[in-house]
């Protein structure tokens, strides 16, 4: 087991060939990395009497992942975990994943109607190098322009936000 303790780090500039040291310098680079994940999630409904085509939903979902993950990336973000969406109702649900905005998004498309007239949309975003609140304004940024582009009424229902980051890290 190894001790951590807090006048180790005292003689840090001492000590660059010690395994230890090494050890204790790559423990907090592979925390710093894990704090610096930014993570968002909405939930949205869309309600749509008149109906609106799957083929027009798909090319919509691809478009938002895009617009979403290139948004992130320009406000600093340096690398995507993951931008998921799941569009869903009683017929079935499209499933999207995309990771690089150069690319199209991923979606698996199981919903069986061809015109839907209510859905709920979740979009889960974890990217690295900025904080929650950057993530959360690069996907608003697009959010709404993108649904008006496509034609798409909809209804933010949950904005899952954490206002404050709180990392706590335990050692055995």
């Known amino acids: 087991m190894?001790?951590?303790d807090d006048d180790h780090d005292d003689d840090h500039d001492d000590d660059h060939d010690d395994h230890e040291s090494e050890h204790d310098r790559l423990h907090l680079e592979i925390h710093?990395?894990?704090?610096e994940l930014g993570k968002y999630a909405i939930d949205i409904n869309v309600d749509a009497p008149e109906g609106i085509k799957k083929e027009i939903v798909l090319r919509f979902i691809d478009d938002l992942m895009t617009s979403v993950t290139k948004s992130c990336m320009d406000n600093g973000a340096d690398l995507v975990g993951h931008v998921k969406s799941f569009f869903s109702n009683e017929d079935g649900n499209i499933m999207s994943s995309i990771v690089d905005h150069r690319k199209p998004a991923k979606i698996k498309d199981s919903m069986e109607s061809d015109i839907i007239y209510k859905?709920?949309?979740?979009?889960?975003?974890i990217?690295?190098?900025?904080w929650?609140?950057?993530?959360?304004?690069?996907?608003l940024d697009v959010l709404d322009d993108t649904f008006r582009k496509w034609n798409i009424p909809y209804k933010v229902t949950a904005d899952h936000y954490d206002v404050?980051?709180?990392?706590?890290?335990?050692?055995g």
């Open 2 to 4: 190894h001790d951590h």
């Open 127 to 130: 990217v690295h190098g900025i």
């Open 132 to 139: 929650d609140d950057h993530v959360r304004e690069s996907a």
């Open 164 to 171: 404050e980051k709180s990392i706590a890290h335990h050692m």
């Open 119 to 125: 859905a709920r949309f979740m979009l889960h975003i």
């Open 32 to 35: 710093r990395a894990v704090d």
